[in-house]
């Protein structure tokens, strides 16, 4: 039970505005995914999210593999249920968080040789194994298995690396076309910073047919104009008909820039990560609620927004939940920008169904000045 | 604008039903109150905590007027508007933390002098300014400045601490009087363990007809025995037309004890505290919910709660968020014990106002199998 439905395309851009079907309920995309790596979006409740109007969130293969163990979340009824969150979920696959968190031993043809973070202990993943992890975990989508190459990476080392995924995602989609059950899988575009190899993991991915296709190893720190380059040369060979999801892009002109190339989905730990420390998204641009300036203000963060935070408490009362370390200020902060890019990604879709996509673009953007974009810190 | 009103007295003990009528709303004593130390209670939004039932919250002058200051506190409306909460508000004068976490430097008969636990910062208290502190801050009901002391006490100090404590509270009602406003004072009765300075306290307190008074300097560790007969000594010379207040008080069964004895209203930190390290108050006693044992417990902390933790996630979820060191793990255990205390004392006023409370008494004890007792963490 997956299904993507098209419902407008932008007469001007490639934006498109649409409906994923999952198992647990429907998603109108674009979406911005709030990121619940550990089984809970930060300092929220799954009530708090029902009230951002998320409909869909992201977790972690990895995390969840080793605390609290997949066994124990398949016990438990899988994760929606242990959870509590009875909208969508979508589990990365992990291979991102054995390059970057855990100790990577080896990669062979066979998987992944790591050590856990946490403890040390030695691990063993294959691309069927982690399909049967992501399996037990229980989500609505779950990625294949691939290769995460640091950026900047050399051509002849992309080239093996992305040729390497290839095989492994043909490999996952094996192992779960054998029992594909309520989940769908979707396949990573690799290829590092080289168009021709990112349009020909693409075309191979496509060829594949699998239900959604996503671009990894993009947002590592690449300059803007090879990001944007890689994603056309993606969605390019990808099928129009399938949704499209670039992975840990998460900077607000960046989630535009690339709706217009006619990606679908997004996700990123950036704006809880900041607003955790203090740092938030507003209409206006960013805003540091932490800093001493704030004491005295008793403006709410964001005079347009309708948040349980913005409606109640102001920026002075905020910044001195985070002076004195008091965790409802990372609870506020994170329901506001969580709030702000529902917001953001539903006036987007309302203005690509009625046609007011590029008029909405422009003011969006001139209000919102931030000197931000790539560069995003990535799950 | 305030009033205490006595609904109920149980025919075989000294426990009575009342209602607080405060400038934010009735609150129907006995009650327990949440403490929000430095203007939040801790994890948990004021949407929380009108969901628990709460209708009046404790704070603390001391921590406010180190941080974010009073004035601002004033500026931004008082403590209400600040936190964005419009129940009641009662604030500790911080004498206690003076004493428990200030570097005290001199106590005189004018005031004390003490230095910043934040910053080092020399600062002077007399009981005309912490009065005035309070009114800035602008709770519901306000507290004389006292001097604790620690236990054990020998006696000869004992005496001369209450006598000063006397004088100064005959000082604070000197200052509230020249501007009493909305706010109402209460008299603390001091004298450690002794019961005769007990008794010379509360008498010569009950003469000055303060609004309400309170019992301090107990629960800090003295025999359950001597906390008893301290406060017999002195309900005894209190007014029975004023509400009563236990300082610090905040074991279940020590709460029901000193219902027994005329009480009224409690506070502590002892339940959220130890929420936010994993152990929780629930109908079948104290559980450790972080332990590795429930891991795999599918139940919910307190089957017989219906909070929000209690009705959306299982033991072995909140074990996981405990485990995992996520933030949602104290807010869901802080709000199960809040939902405890509040369900227990509303339980225990029907019980009275039905004129069953020792049956109630002996069930709920019955259940509540507890090693624990007086001794409780203070704030």
Redesign the interface.
Known sequence: MFEFRIVAVDAETKARAGELVTPHGVVETPVFMPVGT???V??????DLQKIGARIILSNAY?LYL??GTE?IR???GLHR???WDGAILTDSGGFQVFSLARLNRITEDGLEFQSHLDGSRHFMSPEQNVAIQRDIGADIIMALDECVAYPAERSYAARSHELTLRWAERALSAWRERPGQQSLFGIVQGATYADLRRESAAALAGMEFPGYAIGGLAVGEPKGAMREMVAAAVEELPETKPRYFMGQGFPEDIIDSVIQGIDMFDCVMPTRNARKGSVFTSGGRLVVKNAAY??D?GPMDPKCTC?ACR???R??I???F??D???G???ASLHSLTFYATMMREMRVAIVEGSFGRWRRSFLSKYEDGGGSGAEAN
């Open positions: 550990q089984g809970t930060k300092t929220l409740a799954p009530s995390h605390r609290p124990l016990e438990a009824g242990f959870m509590g004491a005295g008793r349980y109640n408490f102001s002075g009362y910044r001195h939940l002076a004195a008091e965790m409802l990372a609870r506020l």
